[in-house]
């Protein structure tokens, strides 16, 4: 009763504030589960059952999930002799170090996800792994530390017969391929008996020639056991990039990054977080494919500049008819800052797109400016009030304003529809309107206290 009572009333009050929580293990899941907390940098688990076998500290949803972080090497107390498989979500190389230097010396299974692959200060401890026969590690921002630490990693553990490697890996004459995985995993795992991948590789393209491509890549996997391999090769001559994704399908991969509109499709229910780029538009068929092959995104981040050749169309036949609503049912946080203005109108005109509630939304100030005709714009307004948090960008600094969507100013009638409880304004722009804006915002959204002592 007391547990409910602090999950469903106190912690919405305070979840933002949190810096640290100790915690029991019959209590762990439920206060973790409740609330997103963006500031928790500490946790202490006590009461743990001395036999305890297997631990997840791995949220489902994406949006909730806790990222631990050892500034220090944990303390000998932070140990189990009978622990044999850990599900965890981690900051950065240093700490599936400290996991890994024989505090856990039962453990079997390691399921492991990176917020960034860098190179430790130091790295102390390099001894073998035997007991490990199951290891899994995803990380979704490009390392440059394929060769110098992922694959020394994997070495300790010689008596792996399960690897699951989702990574992103800056290369420099080649993309990471069938043969790259054959030379430096496979023939070196004697026990190894299944493998899944997905590893997208980033190349900046200088004066290279033969530079490989989709069909070439996917030569290398004609002699893998597992021979549902999916190769797809792209390459932006204005950013003078490459950029290769190769990946064991059916995938249970959470990110799918680095999308172009020669993306082959199928269907990936694992991916919560994905993202969008090309150098050529997107069409709104081309959103429709997405929404189909990720029908659990949580996070969408869009990267595109062009404007769309078939919106153009439709205008002059003054016809959106036979455009089908795309749905997103899980989606709650939407980045369309780097994009061209048809871009947010597919995402906030309610005739394209059903956004579910309170999502987060980042986006260019000015721009939000002209898609919605100075927040007057009728066809954006459905979606809009869907907005639960809101990223302004602008120029230099950075402000936060806190709201509890008061209607005593409904004469704002303009900026009503797009009011929110939390708006932060990255830059501060010395267009009037824009100033205007953020005050009539800040007003709307005071408490009646913060109001009564204004006027």
Not at 146 to 166: A, F, T, V
Not at 332 to 344: C, G, K
Not at 397 to 417: E, G, L, M, Q
Request: proline share 4%; charged share 20%; net charge neutral.
């Amino acid at each position: 009763m007391m547990l409910n009572r602090f999950c469903l009333q106190i912690l919405p009050e305070i979840h933002d504030k949190i810096k640290w929580f100790n915690l029991e293990s019959s209590s762990m899941k439920h206060i973790l589960c409740a609330r997103n907390y963006p500031n928790l940098y500490a946790l202490g688990l006590y009461n743990i059952d001395e036999d305890l076998i297997y631990l997840s500290l791995y949220e489902s949803s994406y949006k909730n999930r806790l990222r631990l972080c050892f500034d220090d090497p944990p303390p000998p107390t932070f140990h189990s002799s009978t622990l044999q498989k850990l599900n965890i979500k981690i900051r950065c190389f240093d700490d599936c170090l400290y996991l890994l230097d024989g505090r856990f010396n039962q453990l079997n299974t390691l399921f492991v996800d990176f917020l960034s692959i860098q190179r430790p200060e130091e790295i102390h401890n390099q001894s073998d792994l035997p007991n490990l026969k199951c290891f899994s590690l995803s990380c979704n921002y490009e390392t440059n530390y394929y060769d110098e630490l992922i694959l020394p990693l994997l070495y300790r553990m010689s008596n792996l017969e399960q690897i699951s490697l989702y990574i992103a890996i800056f290369v420099d004459e080649t993309f990471i391929d069938g043969n790259n995985l054959k030379r430096n995993i496979i023939n070196r795992m004697p026990r190894l008996n299944q493998f899944r991948f997905y590893i997208r590789s980033l190349m900046l393209i200088h004066n290279q020639v033969n530079l490989p491509s989709t069909e070439g890549s996917q030569c290398t996997f004609i002699d893998f056991s597992n021979n549902n391999i999916i190769s797809n090769v792209n390459y932006f001559p204005e950013a003078r990039k490459g950029r290769c994704h190769i990946y064991s399908y059916p995938s249970r991969m959470q990110y799918y990054s680095g999308i172009t509109n020669n993306f082959p499709g199928g269907l990936y229910t694992y991916v919560r977080v994905v993202l969008l780029l090309d150098e050529h538009p997107f069409e709104h068929e081309f959103f429709l494919r997405i929404q189909k092959s990720f029908p659990f995104m949580e996070q969408l981040s869009l990267i595109n500049h062009k404007s769309q050749n078939r919106k153009q169309s439709s205008e002059l036949n003054n016809d959106n008819r036979n455009l089908s609503v795309i749905q997103y049912s899980f989606l709650n946080a939407l980045d369309i800052v780097e994009v061209h203005d048809d871009y947010i109108e597919q995402f906030l005109f309610d005739t394209k797109t059903h956004l579910q509630n309170n999502v987060l939304l980042c986006i260019n100030y000015k721009s939000l400016k002209r898609v919605t005709h100075n927040f007057t714009r009728d066809a954006t307004r459905i979606n809009c009030t869907k907005i639960n948090e809101l990223i302004l960008f602008a120029f230099n600094n950075a402000k936060t304003v806190k709201n509890d969507n008061s209607s005593r100013f409904k004469d704002f009638s303009r900026y009503h529809y797009l009011t929110h409880r939390n708006i932060t304004i990255i830059g501060i722009d010395d267009d009037e309107e824009f100033q205007n804006t953020v005050k009539v915002m800040q007003i709307m959204n005071m408490s009646n206290d913060d109001l009564n002592s204004i006027f």
